[in-house]
Structure formats: structure tokens, C-alpha cells
DNA sequence: GAGTGTGAATGTATTCACAGCA
DNA sequence: TGCTGTGAATACATTCACACTC
């Protein structure tokens, strides 16, 4: 139906729209402008978003907040229940494994990955832990389609190449270091050290930067 | 020195650059190909990102792992200590207290705000815990130029504010919800979720995307 | 009249390709 | 000859502005 193509950035604003949208009342009506003023935007980019993935409003009326956040989940995959595979199970593995548990969380965390004895055949936080030599075994035959990496920088890479051989699609990748994967998979960088040192260069270098609207 | 301005990207990968010329002998040169080869990108991105700071490589030698490293930092800003104000001292916030306390780290989680009455007055992991109305007294006075919020959604954009009128420079944002702040203020947004859901909807879109080169 | 959906215009980022230096 | 630094070309993303629908 859409003519264009997504940007990546659009998928980012559309879970940001999303998460306002929660806390609104189902049958209220909300225009692409309001949308907007709580985020920052505009009007304009509020439905540039929403046209990549269909035609959710009403002229004149604005859109249904049911109906938009159900279409929003859909477009984002929330639609279902993604289970999750943790490489490297240390503090910030057991963060996650806690962020994630909650009700209504569409993402569920079923297997864990540490070269640690001491972890490996144990259960923490419910999740069963295995020893990385398994994973390509148990992600195929659990269909799990997403990877976490939660390893210090000098496992990432490895951690990266097995779940690529194991068939995943897309990765979140937390350790200190960079990863290189093939194209077909999605790659996520999420190391706060390194927006940290983008925040401390663009303090250092304003006037060498362009505007830069966001995020 | 430099024409055209850098894209927030570019600082991005520059971070990436340095991580792995850190794990160099200072003395050995490399390419612009052979840095580019280990981050999955092209020689001519890394010439171009270094170029918006300076002129750092010899023609026909490549660059001298040993300088490139000092100008790159210099760049980023990580030439000095960043004191920094965490607000909201949660299981995560204490998971970053303890990710950043390492020896070379350029960041210093300084002070801590939380409005629990049992932690304000405290040191946490050494650090001292204050209630948040006292934000700009103690952010002006210790000349602190970066904050983190790490509260609930509910009172992100209240810390948010806080901080704004504190005279803060860059906020890094871990809470579930986008905060909006004046221009001037450079915010990045570290939710993981966000980022899960950008994997998941392009998973799930494939072919409605932009082919996306990286990151 | 009010607000959506979308081509067309602009602005930004990446890639190409080559002149010029060691 | 080999590799940097960079303008010119392309590809992508955002903004504008308006035709169209309720």
C-alpha cells in the first residue's frame, strides 16, 4: 500500500508515539499535530511515519487512538510475543532478564549463554543457562529470532558469528566494542558509553555539527 | 580547518574507530582500508569522518595508530574527566555507578538525585545521594555538563526539566519515554526496548525498508 | 472547516572518483 | 605507486504545501 520506504529513524518515532498513545483513553481522538507537540516534532512528520506502513486517520477527525496504537503494534511486530537469547549472563544480563519480566512484555527472554561453570545448567531468574557451544541447537529448535549480546568486548564478536551461525535475525549488541555481522541481519548498537562520548563531542564541537533535530 | 560539518553518525563511528585503535601498538600505521575493514565499513567513511576534525594521515602511509588515537579522543572530548549527575538511583542507575567506576573511564558519576527518602543523604557506591530540588544548586556549583536519567517514565520528564534549568549541556536518557528539551540541549535516548522494537519492525518489514548501512 | 495523505522541494549523509602528496 | 583528503554525484530523510476527504 505505502508508496515510499521506512527510514529507521521512523521506526524509532513510531515506538516513542506508541508509548504516549498507552496512556491514553481508547476512544479518544487525536490529531497528528497533538501527536507531535508531546514529542517534539511536527505534524508533518507524525504522518510521513504513519503513511510507511498504511492509512490509519480521518480527514478532518484526526485518528482513533485504539485503532492507531493496534496498527502502530503491528507495524513494530508487538503484534506477538519475540523470544529472546542472552549472551553473557553478568549484572547486566540479570538487569535485563528483570526489564523484560514484566506482564506485559512483548519480548521474553527463554535461554541464557555463559562460558561460566558456575552458571551453565543452572536456571537464573527462570531462565535456563547453556554453555555457547549449544547455541546454535537450541536457538534453531526454539525459532528464536533475536540475540542479545551482554559479554565483555573481547567475547562480543565470537558471541556475534555464533548466533549469525544459528540463524538469527536481528541483534542488540551491549558490549563496549563493535560487531560485524552480514547485512541480512539487524544490527543494534546500544552501548551507553558511546552516546555518552557523541553527547561530550557535540558539547566540544557544536559549531562543527549540523542542527541534528533529535534523538 | 575542516569545510563540511560532521553528522552525529560521524561521532558515532569515530567512538567505534577509537575502541579498536586502543587495542593497537602506539608505533604500527594503518589504513584507512584496514580500519574500515574491522568495523564493516569503507575506507572512504573513515577518511571522511576523520576529515570534519582534521588532517591526521601521511599520503601513501596511512595514519600513525599512536596519534590518530590522541586526535580521535581529542575529538570526542575525551581529553578530560566528564563529572556527570545520575538522576534516579534504581538497580540501574547503580548498574552505571559501577560500569563507569573504572580506572581510565573519562566519565564520573559525581552526584546522585533520588526523591527516596531512604537513599537521600546517603553515599551510594561512594557517591552522594541528594533530593532533587537541590539540582541546579549542586549541578551549577560542581559545574556538572551531562546528565542521566534513570527514573520511572513517570518522572523522566520532570528530571528531565530539572536539568534544563540546572544549566545542563547533554542528557542521556535511559527512561521508557522520549523527553523533549530546548535545542540547545543535545539528548540522546538509550531506552533498549526502543531499540528492540526497531529490530523487531524491521524484521518484520524487510522489504518496506531503506537497505540501511549499519549501525 | 479541519486535518489527513502525499508528491515536490529542500536539506543531510554517504559514496564515488580522482587530484595531489610522500 | 599507494594512500590521503576532498569536491562532485548520488542516495536518503525531512519539511513544505496543497489536493482531497469527512
Same mark, same amino acid.
Given at each position: 500500500? %505505502? /508508496? #515510499?520506504?521506512? $527510514? ?28 507531535? #507537540? ?32 493496534e496498527e502502530?503494534s503491528k507495524a513494530l511486530g508487538l503484534d506477538r510475543v ?6 553473557? +549472563?553478568?549484572?547486566?544480563?540479570? &538487569?535485563? =532478564? ?8 512483548r ?33 534453531? /529448535? ?9 559479554? %565483555? ?5 565470537? $558471541? ?5 551461525? $544459528? ?7 551491549? $558490549?563496549?566494542?563493535? +560487531? &560485524?555481522? %552480514? ?27 549540523? =542542527?541534528?533535530?533529535?534523538?
Amino acid at each position: 500500500m %505505502p /508508496k #515510499e520506504k521506512a $527510514s529507521e529513524n521512523a521506526a524509532i518515532r513510531l515506538s516513542l508515539y506508541l508509548r504516549y498513545l498507552r496512556e491514553m483513553r481508547e476512544e479518544t481522538r487525536i490529531s497528528s499535530e497533538q501527536l507531535a #507537540e508531546f514529542l517534539g516534532t511536527s505534524g508533518a512528520r507524525v504522518r510521513k511515519d504513519l503513511s510507511y506502513f498504511g492509512q490509519f486517520g480521518t480527514p478532518s477527525k484526526g485518528y482513533r487512538v485504539g485503532k492507531l496504537r493496534e496498527e502502530i503494534s503491528k507495524a513494530l511486530g508487538l503484534d506477538r510475543v519475540w523470544p529472546i537469547a542472552l549472551v553473557g +549472563v553478568g549484572k547486566l544480563g540479570r &538487569v535485563l =532478564l528483570n526489564n523484560l519480566a514484566f506482564e506485559k512484555s512483548r519480548f521474553h527472554i527463554q535461554v541464557g549463554f555463559d562460558v561460566n561453570p558456575n552458571k551453565t545448567g543452572r536456571r537464573i531468574a527462570g531462565v535456563k543457562i547453556y554453555h555457547p557451544y549449544q547455541m546454535p541447537k537450541i536457538i534453531r /529448535k526454539q525459532k528464536i529470532h533475536i540475540g542479545m549480546i551482554t559479554t %565483555p568486548a573481547e567475547a562480543a564478536q565470537e $558471541s556475534a558469528d555464533l548466533l549469525v551461525i $544459528s540463524g538469527i535475525k536481528g541483534i542488540l549488541n551491549f $558490549s563496549s566494542t563493535g +560487531v &560485524v555481522v %552480514p547485512s541480512y541481519v539487524k544490527l543494534k548498537n546500544v552501548d551507553f558509553t558511546s552516546q555518552l562520548e557523541v553527547i561530550t563531542c557535540y558539547i566540544v564541537n557544536n559549531q562543527r555539527f549540523h =542542527l541534528s533535530r533529535g534523538n
